[in-house]
């Protein structure tokens, strides 16, 4: 993706996907797209059964759906375009990104609530049959015209990348998050598209950056209404705070501290079935010296950690346990310390990793919030769509086991509920480039796959 989504929380906590009873309308669930990609793949979610007709005659695939999403591919030999028919009993959600798709009807599925269908070749798309829609994800097409007044329950719109010079969300009164960057709205269509928008007492973001009128448009006419706009200074949504940003942005220069470790070395014994265990508890704990009034915090912080850590292999019954803390980097006043812990009980290992950045100046531990110049929950949907987009090309380049993922769709059911179990109190670091998220094992993957680790680079928060 050649651009960071960023969601509110609210907008796309979507937990499901199923339509209530009643009896269901001729021709719902029944949709088709035109394509001319010699590997198609895409996700349905829902109940039921869903059949795919693939155009090239081939046999068709029918599969039980979930909730979670149903993971359908297919591969052509010949005709250079064709029709796919999606027929279901109840269709919640399709995700069908990437596939040069030109054409898309999803009028006759009344039942869809998530549609994903960025990065094709779309020059129209009419989802005025879906009532139910409550997150439309679009971008990266051709679109000039988006109508969505006939989609009143929606809360997330994506349509970035595109060719739109107007939208009118007057009778979206529940939107909390619409993502319009990079399309070509003038200032007048802008200041137009803000004062359409609702005024509801709930969170609510818009970002309006790279857009023809995003430098002379008038925000306060969105703001006036409880709305934060993004992009209208030509800035991207995040920039680095002089905390994080040390010499780097703001000519800060970088703490001269030194860093070294000391052994702490400690036993439990373990009396089980008869027979005694001696528990080892091994440390390296960090020690940092220097002419900065939060440091000696910080060093009581790590000498603390000798007690905790011990009463937690007592706790647990765990057979031994290691850590080793090390420096990542010092980035302004900022020290950036990770802690790789690793341990095992009988036969059952584990291994995380923990993240630490403090102030030296005060030996305060820093959230996210108190390190880049944004609103924690906001920060948070900025991780959590990277983290999205990023498994999201994983699965696709390998579809046969999804890259280890115990998901196969990072926008839903478990991928979804999986990337937002993510522990933003110590599972995150800077490196020097780069801020680093933290999944343990078994969040995203099986344990054997151990810890995951994301980059996100600073130049993606700062506007250079």
């Given at each position: 993706?050649?651009?960071?989504?960023?969601?509110?929380?609210?907008?796309?906590?979507?937990?499901?996907?199923?339509?209530?009873?009643?009896?269901?309308?001729?021709?719902?669930g029944v949709m088709t797209m035109t394509t001319s990609a010699s590997e198609v793949s895409f996700i349905l979610a829902g109940s039921g059964?869903?059949?795919?007709?693939?155009?090239?005659?081939?046999?068709?695939?029918?599969?039980?759906?979930?909730?979670?999403?149903?993971?359908?591919?297919?591969?052509?030999?010949?005709?250079?375009?064709?029709?796919?028919?999606?027929?279901?009993?109840?269709?919640?959600?399709?995700?069908?990104?990437?596939?040069?798709?030109?054409?898309?009807?999803?009028?006759?599925?009344?039942?869809?609530?998530?549609?994903?269908?960025?990065?094709?070749?779309?020059?129209?798309?009419?989802?005025?049959?879906?009532?139910?829609?409550?997150?439309?994800?679009?971008?990266?097409?051709?679109?000039?015209?988006?109508?969505?007044?006939?989609?009143?329950?929606?809360?997330?719109?994506?349509?970035?990348?595109?060719?739109?010079?107007?939208?009118?969300?007057?009778?979206?009164?529940?939107?909390?998050?619409?993502?319009?960057?990079?399309?070509?709205?003038?200032?007048?269509?802008?200041?137009?598209?803000?004062?359409?928008?609702?005024?509801?007492?709930?969170?609510?973001?818009?970002?309006?950056?790279?857009?023809?009128?995003?430098?002379?448009?008038?925000?306060?006419?969105?703001?006036?209404?409880?709305?934060?706009?993004?992009?209208?200074?030509?800035?991207?949504?995040?920039?680095?705070?002089?905390?994080?940003?040390?010499?780097?942005?703001?000519?800060?220069?970088?703490?001269?501290?030194?860093?070294?470790?000391?052994?702490?070395?400690?036993e439990y014994l373990i009396e089980e079935d008869g027979l005694n265990h001696n528990a080892p508890l091994e440390l390296k704990l960090p020690?940092?010296?220097?002419?900065?009034?939060?440091?000696?915090?910080?060093?009581?912080?790590?000498?603390?950690?000798?007690?905790?850590?011990?009463?937690?292999?007592?706790?647990?019954?765990?057979?031994?346990?290691?850590?080793?803390?090390?420096?990542?980097?010092?980035?302004?006043?900022?020290?950036?310390?990770?802690?790789?812990l690793s341990g095992h009980a009988g036969g059952v290992g584990w291994h995380s990793i923990d993240g630490y950045v403090f102030d030296l100046?005060?030996?305060?531990?820093?959230?996210?919030?108190?390190?880049?110049?944004?609103?924690?929950?906001?920060?948070?949907?900025?991780?959590?769509?990277?983290?999205?987009?990023?498994?999201?090309?994983?699965?696709?380049?390998?579809?046969?086991?999804?890259?280890?993922?115990?998901?196969?769709?990072?926008?839903?059911?478990?991928?979804?509920?999986?990337?937002?179990?993510?522990?933003?109190?110590?599972?995150?670091?800077?490196?020097?480039?780069?801020?680093?998220?933290?999944?343990?094992?078994?969040?995203?993957?099986?344990?054997?796959?151990?810890?995951?680790?994301?980059?996100?680079?600073?130049?993606?928060?700062?506007?250079?």
């Amino acid at each position: 993706m050649n651009k960071i989504h960023i969601f509110l929380i609210a907008a796309v906590m979507i937990a499901v996907l199923g339509c209530g009873g009643g009896r269901k309308a001729d021709g719902d669930g029944v949709m088709t797209m035109t394509t001319s990609a010699s590997e198609v793949s895409f996700i349905l979610a829902g109940s039921g059964t869903a059949t795919v007709d693939w155009g090239d005659g081939s046999k068709k695939e029918t599969m039980e759906l979930t909730e979670e999403g149903v993971y359908f591919e297919h591969e052509y030999y010949d005709t250079p375009s064709r029709l796919i028919t999606l027929t279901g009993e109840i269709i919640t959600s399709l995700s069908c990104p990437y596939n040069q798709i030109t054409a898309l009807d999803v009028s006759r599925n009344a039942a869809l609530t998530r549609l994903n269908c960025e990065a094709n070749q779309l020059t129209k798309l009419d989802i005025s049959g879906n009532t139910a829609l409550i997150m439309l994800v679009c971008g990266e097409n051709g679109l000039t015209v988006l109508d969505v007044s006939k989609n009143t329950a929606l809360k997330t719109l994506l349509c970035e990348y595109n060719q739109l010079t107007a939208l009118d969300m007057s009778q979206n009164s529940m939107l909390e998050y619409l993502h319009c960057a990079s399309n070509q709205f003038t200032t007048e269509a802008l200041n137009g598209l803000f004062g359409t928008l609702h005024n509801n007492d709930i969170p609510k973001a818009i970002d309006i950056s790279n857009n023809p009128g995003s430098s002379d448009c008038d925000p306060s006419i969105a703001e006036a209404k409880g709305w934060t706009v993004d992009g209208f200074t030509g800035v991207m949504p995040f920039k680095i705070t002089p905390f994080a940003s040390g010499a780097m942005i703001l000519g800060v220069e970088n703490a001269v501290v030194e860093f070294t470790t000391y052994d702490v070395k400690r036993e439990y014994l373990i009396e089980e079935d008869g027979l005694n265990h001696n528990a080892p508890l091994e440390l390296k704990l960090p020690k940092i010296t220097g002419n900065y009034n939060g440091i000696n915090v910080i060093n009581d912080f790590f000498a603390n950690k000798e007690q905790d850590l011990y009463d937690y292999l007592v706790s647990s019954g765990a057979w031994e346990l290691f850590i080793t803390y090390s420096l990542e980097t010092v980035i302004g006043r900022l020290i950036s310390i990770s802690g790789n812990l690793s341990g095992h009980a009988g036969g059952v290992g584990w291994h995380s990793i923990d993240g630490y950045v403090f102030d030296l100046n005060t030996g305060k531990q820093l959230t996210l919030s108190d390190i880049f110049n944004v609103e924690e929950a906001r920060m948070l949907n900025f991780i959590y769509d990277y983290v999205s987009h990023q498994i999201t090309e994983s699965i696709r380049n390998n579809l046969d086991d999804w890259d280890g993922y115990i998901f196969n769709d990072a926008y839903s059911g478990n991928g979804y509920e999986a990337i937002r179990r993510f522990n933003h109190s110590n599972d995150f670091y800077l490196s020097e480039k780069a801020l680093i998220i933290i999944y343990q094992k078994y969040v995203l993957k099986s344990g054997a796959e151990g810890v995951q680790i994301f980059e996100i680079p600073y130049d993606l928060f700062v506007n250079n």
